[in-house]
């Protein structure tokens, strides 16, 4: 407790650096992954494709798509925007799946309907499919938020700032309260941002108070995407 005491200038250090990292792909995942969703449930013969090369993306070993991107990028080996750009490539990779099925588990008659009522294809997904589709979307998007505040840690394995410096260095030292510390912050993270969506779900989404059961089974949706995704 006394490490955490004299330490706390440095883990609150930190956890914003986290923070930081981890919030820019959860949101570029979620805006680069909705057309490609689209695309993936509108069109047979692309969804084969755009999932299975979306769920290879996931197969990438972190630690080297790390180190590669400078190169690939034109930034420097320490340059944040490594971490970012990969844990995007990763949100991508997770959340197209969701997309797709999101979109398809929209009823076809209320699809139906709304084009009788002279929606266009724009229209009809922004104003029907898409607020429809919403629990399984804010379902896959609380794994893919809980996947990138994990994967986060591994950038300090390349010197970029996180809470992983806690688990390196507590390990190098021997120092089990600095480790623990990591860990736990890590966790508090992961457990804030899944709250926040969780509040914001329920103020975009009222509709969704009502049957409980279908945000379990959105969940339960998410997670076995994520796991075929993932080549698991």
């Given at each position: ?67 590669a991107l400078p190169a690939l990028l034109g ?138 059961r279908a945000s379990a089974k959105a969940r339960?949706r998410a997670v076995v995407g994520a796991v ?5």
């Open positions: 407790m006394n490490w955490v005491t004299n330490n706390f200038g440095l883990i609150w250090s930190l956890t914003l650096d986290h923070i930081a990292l981890a919030v820019p792909p959860i949101i570029l995942g979620l805006i680069i992954s909705i057309p490609l969703g689209w695309l993936a449930n509108r069109y047979h013969a692309s969804r084969g494709i755009l999932l299975t090369v979306s769920g290879l993306l996931y197969t990438i070993p972190s630690l080297p798509l790390f180190i930034t420097g080996i320490l340059d944040p925007v490594n971490v970012v750009v990969g844990l995007t490539i990763y949100a991508v990779a997770l959340m197209v799946r969701s997309v797709a099925d999101a979109l398809a588990a929209v009823d076809p008659g209320v699809t139906q309907a709304a084009t009788a009522m002279g929606y266009s294809t724009w229209g009809r997904f922004w104003h029907v499919e898409f607020p429809l589709a919403g629990p399984v979307l804010l379902a896959g998007l609380r794994v893919v938020s809980v996947s990138t505040v994990s994967l986060v840690s591994i950038g300090s394995v390349i010197g970029v700032s996180s809470l992983g410096y806690l688990f390196l260095n507590g390990l190098q030292r021997n120092i089990v309260a600095e480790v623990a510390s990591g860990i736990v912050a890590t966790l508090v993270i992961a457990v804030v941002f899944d709250i926040i969506l969780v509040l914001a779900g329920r103020i975009l989404m009222p509709w969704n108070r009502a049957d409980p339960e075929t995704a993932g080549g698991v």
